[in-house]
T-cell receptor
Framework: AQSVTQLDSQVPVFEEAPVELRCNYS??????LFWYVQYPNQGLQLLLK??????LVKGINGFEAEFNKSQTSFHLRKPSVHISDTAEYFC?????????????FGKGTMLLVSP | EAGVTQFPSHSVIEKGQTVTLRCDPISGHDNLYWYRRVMGKEIKFLLH????????ESGMPNNRFLAERTGGTYSTLKVQPAELEDSGVYFCASSYTTSGANVLTFGAGSRLTVL
């Protein structure tokens, strides 16, 4: 079984500032890692994923995340945020061996970008 | 390609009533998942269909919930009778069956409010 911890329920930030949303996971097996975003009144959209290879993963809208196996982390970063990045962000994991992606999600982090 | 479509987007019912949520997956996706987010909590797995068969229904809360996937196409999730604690957002997701990572595409969700 896996678990995901998103320590920050809300992250307020000013426009054009950098941001990091933290995600730590726990698993007894190797995992795939995902970040999903939910904009207001919309569904969950895949932001980026780590499956294998380079530990630095780039996603849509200028976001990137780095997989750190030793620290079991997959933090999401953006060097300069926009008002339009205001949304809820979810970190999720699935194990590599189940054959089916039953995702385990964190509680979500609300990113609030103000002018 | 059309995305995952869910209907209704919002349903308000009274305790004891019945509600049926519908999900139309992306055409050709064998895998269909239902997840639920209760307010303030994580998004949690409910069940997984492969075509018309239930592959995993370990996340279904109790026997008031009934999911079907007729002919391996669209799926319905019926709650009967609804209780207050069933309120939340119900997400549907679909994916192809692959030998590697199984990346889910989510719908916009159906918000259920039980009064």
């Amino acid at each position: 079984a896996q678990s995901v911890t998103q320590l920050d329920s809300q992250v307020p930030v000013f426009e054009e500032a950098p941001v990091e949303l933290r995600c730590n996971y726990s698993s007894s097996v190797s995992v795939y890692l995902f970040w999903y975003v939910q904009y207001p009144n919309q569904g969950l959209q895949l932001l980026l994923k780590y499956l294998s290879g380079s530990t630095l993963v780039k996603g849509i809208n200028g976001f990137e995340a780095e997989f750190n196996k030793s620290q079991t982390s997959f933090h999401l970063r953006k060097p300069s945020v926009h008002i339009s990045d205001t949304a809820e962000y979810f970190c999720a994991v699935s194990d590599q061996y189940s054959g089916y992606s039953t995702l385990t999600f964190g509680k979500g982090t609300m990113l609030l970008v103000s002018p | 390609e059309a995305g995952v479509t869910q209907f209704p987007s919002h349903s308000v019912i009274e305790k004891g009533q019945t509600v049926t949520l519908r999900c139309d997956p992306i055409s050709g996706h064998d895998n269909l998942y239902w997840y639920r987010r209760v307010m303030g909590k994580e998004i949690k797995f409910l069940l997984h269909f492969v075509k018309e068969s239930k592959q995993d229904e370990s996340g279904m809360p109790n026997n008031r919930f009934l999911a079907e996937r007729t002919g391996g196409t669209y799926s319905t999730l019926k709650v009967q009778p609804a209780e207050l604690e069933d309120s939340g957002v119900y997400f549907c997701a679909s994916s192809y069956t692959t030998s590697g990572a199984n990346v889910l595409t989510f719908g916009a969700g159906s918000r259920l409010t039980v009064l």
